[in-house]
């Protein structure tokens, strides 16, 4: 999980700058290359695993209704194929959160700090012309 | 001691502590953003315990041990949606929403569009979601009530859902977002530690064997293995598709959870409340298995459906039994506990929808909307919301008590359809589609909202021999719940509306939406903590 300390957005960087500044600073960010890649991660990353999640679950409601004996069959003692299909969910649940917490932390987050840092040297410079 | 006054008793416990927490949230709210959004100080652990007091309502401990306790494996199906739903939420809502809103869902559409008319239809939007999501709480807390004083009848079921209406308006007017967030806490705390214990005794019941308990309950629902198969409840394929889709895509489209994302200082603190949500919710859910399953083999189908047709008190009565059996002394304390703790729940989540909607009603409608969002006056906003806290709790109370004897998770899940519908689309199209705008926005909330209700309304629920009126006639629409009509429905109409009209300003600001959504630059700052009394959200660490 991401740790609050090294939490970029809790330095002074932006802690002073107010909404107004952030505006017309965004409209120089927004072409930048860091800026650029950074939506390019973002985008590959969060679409194909939510097609994914999406695809895994919605596979669970399907054979329930179109397969109730399959669903049905027991694996071991009681429990059923579909008990374990529907726990495996919670499983898959865990994992995806788990992966996207640690990408984020790693290819987003310093990138994120960066843009914020770059922005900011940008108006010093704006406030000393 | 009877098991009435034993559970009045830890009630009232309840109620008192939380009036506490309440009346300490009241000296800390000062300015609107402690009252709407908690000065943005809530850590994020804290806020992902809050964010799972908020979500794990009466359709989750009441609704979803019933279904399982009465219709076996189908009834779990709702368990796997509403824990996977979390998905939607931290992968494509939960950050950028933190960064690019201030109080309400709508500040994420108005950051582009025009801020009268987007504004207008979500706060409809919001209020109508919150509305259908209380009833089905004050629908459980009416069954409550029922089952621990023994009384019959609809007069007693009417005023346990009109002392529940009183009680949130208490919270919510005096407490705001600081009360109602540590409300939230303490009552996951409880749910949690009730729900563990009650599994683990169901477990003691079967000798530490899940296996047992499941050949237990399918020979006790005299349904045998069909039990433990999918069909008892659905047997339609496009009825459990629609209604997977509904509470897999709603809970990125509920008004009270999403704005539980503004009380974190950042985007970062956002990411983390989702983990420790899923962690919490998914290991809560997980743990129906046994309330259910466990209620269909030690309670048994006729006891359940007695003291409630639609399964919802098969949770309070698996504690009576577990704890000895009516009458017996453990038996009372047991249920008196498990009821305590289920009208908790229900509080906490009758106060994050109340104080969802009343916000959203004073800042999106009152104060961009009627006053032109001129002359800011906070505190009048915030007055407003406290007024709308107590219209919105009164309109509940009265349609709650047309809709007894519906089973509670059912019922939210056609307030996730209508979520799903009417919000999901225009929150996905304002923060990832260049094109979007206001026209779209409109269009898209109007017809996903008047669209999955109508269907409602004309579906077997309401209409036809099983719903509430017209039971000579057949229903127009077939599907219990609308998800697969009205959400694809939602999104074309913000396509369609969309591509009608052109909005060369929300295409440039989208822009600046993305570099703030995505980087923080120029989000919403915590605010500082009061200075005399600093609340324990900040001083205890992380």
Redesign the interface.
Known sequence: ??N?RR?P??SPT??R?T?E???T???A??KDPE?VE??RR?TRF?WP??IF??VY??A???L???S??L??K?LF????F??LF??S??V???V???V??RW??RR??PL?AD??EK?HRRQIREVDR | MSHQSLSLTLFVVFVVITLGITIWASRQTRTAVDFYSAGRRIKGWQNGVAISGDYMSAASFLGIAGLISLFGYDGFLYSVGWLVAYLTVLLLVAELLRNSGKYTMADVLAFRMRQRPVRSAAALSTVGVSIVYLIAQMVGAGALVKLLLGLEGDAAAILAIAGVGVLMIVYVTFGGMIGTTWVQIVKAVLLMAGTVLLSFLVLTKFGFSMNKMFADAAGASGKGDAFLAPGLRFTSTIELVSLGLALVLGTAGLPHILIRFYTVPTAQAARKSVLWAIGIIGSFYILTTFLGFGAAALVGHQAITKADKAGNMAGPLLAQTIGGGAGSFGGDLFLAFIAAVAFATILAVVAGLTITASSSFAHDFYANVMRRGQQRDEQAEVRVARITALVIGAIAIVLASFARGQNVAFLVGLAFAVAASANLPTILFSLYWKRFNTNGAVVGILVGLIGSLLLVVIGPNVMGPKGLMFKGSEPLFPLENPGIVSIPLGFAAAWLGTMLSREPASEEKYEELRVRALTGLGAEEAEAAPARTRAPATRSSG
């Open positions: 999980m991401a609050d939490d957005s809790r932006t802690g700058m909404a500044e952030a505006v600073a965004t409209e960010i927004g800026m950074l939506e973002h969060v695993a939510t999640f999406l679950y919605m669970l409601n399907v329930a209704g179109t109730p004996d669903m049905g027991k003692g009681e429990f059923t579909g008990y529907a726990l969910q919670f898959m649940a865990f995806v959160a788990w996207y917490a984020a932390a987003m987050d994120a843009l914020r922005l």
